[in-house]
C-alpha cells in the first residue's frame, strides 16, 4: 500500500497528525512550522514534515526442489519376468533434488538512511508518495505499480486410483501373489491389443465418433497405468519453494545452504548436505568521496535525497559449479546525492519517480508553469 502526504494539505489538516508520527520516532513532542528543509533524520532530535528512508537492495533467492517417495508395487519381484521390466527395486525410497534457482533484487528499507521533508506552503503543493515501510516512492506522481513475487502455487496431484478395481474375477481368485502377477500382466497385455486394434480400427466395436474414441482410449490408458503400477510402484512428488533475503553490506562469500539428496534443502550448519555458496562483489567504479565534507554540505542544503546506485554481482556455487549468476544496481555501493529543493518551489510543476529497489531516480519531469 502506498501513504500520500500532501504538503498545502498536512500544513492545514492534518499538522498534528504529522507532528504525532514524528513523535514516535522521536520519543518525544514537537511543535510543527512552515519551513521547507531537508535534514538527515537523527532520532532524538525533534523535526516536523514527512519522515522517509531510501531503500537499501537486498537478493530474493528462490530454490524449487522436489522430493519423490517411491513405493514398490505389490509384484514388483515379477516385473522382470512377466513385463520384462529390469531395474525394478522392490524396496521404498526417498530422494530430493533441486529444479531451479533464480535471484531477484528487492527493496528493503534502510534505517541508516532516513531523512525528513519540512513543508513550505510558500511554495508549490508536495505530494509525497510513501511505501508502507516508509522509503520513499514519488514525488507529486502516482508510484509506478511495484512487481510483487506471485506466491507459489504446486500443481494440484492427479487423484489416487487403486489398480485392484480394475482386476477382474479371476486375478482376484487366484490363490498366490504370482499367480495374482501373471494374470494381471496378461489382462496389461490383453489391454494394448485391444488398444492397438481400436487405433487401427480393426476392433470388433468401433466407436460412433471421435468424442466416443477418445473416452474409449483414456480409459484403456487408464486402466493399463493402474495395472502396470502394481509392477513399477509408484512415486508420489512433491515440489517446495524455499525463499533465502540477502542483505549485503560489502562483498560476501558464505554458505547460503546445503542440500542432500535424502533429506532435502538443510541448514547451513547441517553437515549432512553439500553446501551452497553465495559469493557477493561490489563491482562499484563510483569515485570516493569525503563523508564528512558531503554531510556537512547536505545539512546546508534543501531537496531530497536519492541514492545513485553501484553494482554488485551474485554468484551461487555447487562446489566448483556456478548454478547461478546475476548482475544487480545496488544502493548500498553507490552515493547519496541530494536533488535541489529550488526545483519544487512555484516556478515549476516537478515530479518524480523513485526506483524501489535502488532508491534511484527512474523519472524526473519538471515544467515551468505557462
Not at 522509503?135 to 511495484?146: D, F, G, H, R, S
Amino acid at each position: 500500500m502506498t501513504k500520500f502526504f500532501n504538503s498545502k494539505w498536512m500544513l492545514r489538516v492534518s499538522v498534528a497528525a504529522v507532528c504525532l508520527q514524528l513523535s514516535i520516532f522521536n520519543h518525544q513532542s514537537s511543535t510543527c512550522q512552515a519551513q521547507t528543509q531537508t535534514g538527515i533524520y537523527i532520532p532524538g532530535a525533534s523535526q516536523e514534515g514527512a519522515v522517509y528512508f531510501l531503500p537499501k537492495t537486498a537478493v530474493r533467492v528462490t530454490i524449487l526442489t522436489e522430493k519423490a517417495v517411491y513405493t514398490p508395487g505389490d509384484f514388483a519381484l515379477y516385473a522382470e519376468r512377466y513385463l520384462r521390466l529390469k531395474g525394478v527395486s522392490s524396496e521404498p525410497s526417498t530422494t530430493n533434488r533441486i529444479l531451479s534457482i533464480s535471484q531477484t533484487a528487492i527493496g528493503v528499507r534502510d534505517t541508516a538512511k532516513a531523512y525528513n521533508v519540512k513543508f513550505n506552503n510558500k511554495t508549490s503543493a508536495i505530494n509525497v508518495a510513501l511505501a508502507d515501510d516508509g522509503v520513499i516512492l514519488a514525488l507529486n506522481a502516482k508510484p509506478t505499480p511495484q512487481d510483487i513475487p506471485a506466491p507459489f502455487k504446486p500443481a494440484p496431484k492427479p487423484a489416487v486410483v487403486n489398480p485392484r478395481q480394475f482386476m477382474n474375477e479371476e486375478i482376484l481368485a487366484a490363490g498366490s501373489t504370482a499367480k495374482m502377477a501373471q494374470l494381471t500382466a496378461q489382462e496389461i497385455y490383453d489391454i494394448r491389443d485391444s488398444r492397438s486394434q481400436l487405433i487401427k480400427g480393426q476392433a470388433d466395436f468401433m466407436p460412433k465418433d471421435g468424442e466416443q474414441m477418445k473416452m474409449m482410449l483414456n480409459q484403456m490408458d487408464r486402466q493399463d497405468q493402474a495395472l502396470t503400477s502394481l509392477f513399477v510402484g509408484t512415486t508420489v512428488r512433491d515440489t517446495t519453494e524455499h525463499v533465502f533475503i540477502i542483505v549485503p553490506d560489502g562483498n560476501l562469500n558464505r554458505t547460503l545452504f546445503r542440500f542432500s539428496k535424502r533429506f532435502g534443502l538443510v541448514d547451513a550448519d547441517d553437515l549432512s548436505g553439500a553446501p551452497y555458496i553465495i559469493n557477493v562483489k561490489n563491482q562499484t567504479q563510483l569515485p570516493a568521496t569525503d563523508a564528512e565534507q558531503a554531510a556537512k554540505k547536505k545539512k546546508a542544503e534543501n531537496g531530497f535525497y536519492y541514492n545513485v546506485p553501484g553494482k554488485m554481482q551474485v554468484a551461487i556455487f555447487n562446489g566448483n559449479e556456478l548454478v547461478s549468476e546475476e548482475d544487480f544496481p545496488a544502493a548500498q555501493f553507490g552515493n547519496v546525492e541530494l536533488l535541489s529543493g529550488d526545483l519544487f518551489n512555484k516556478h515549476f510543476g516537478t515530479r518524480l519517480w523513485l526506483n524501489p529497489v535502488t532508491g534511484g531516480i527512474d523519472k524526473l519531469e519538471a515544467e515551468q508553469p505557462k
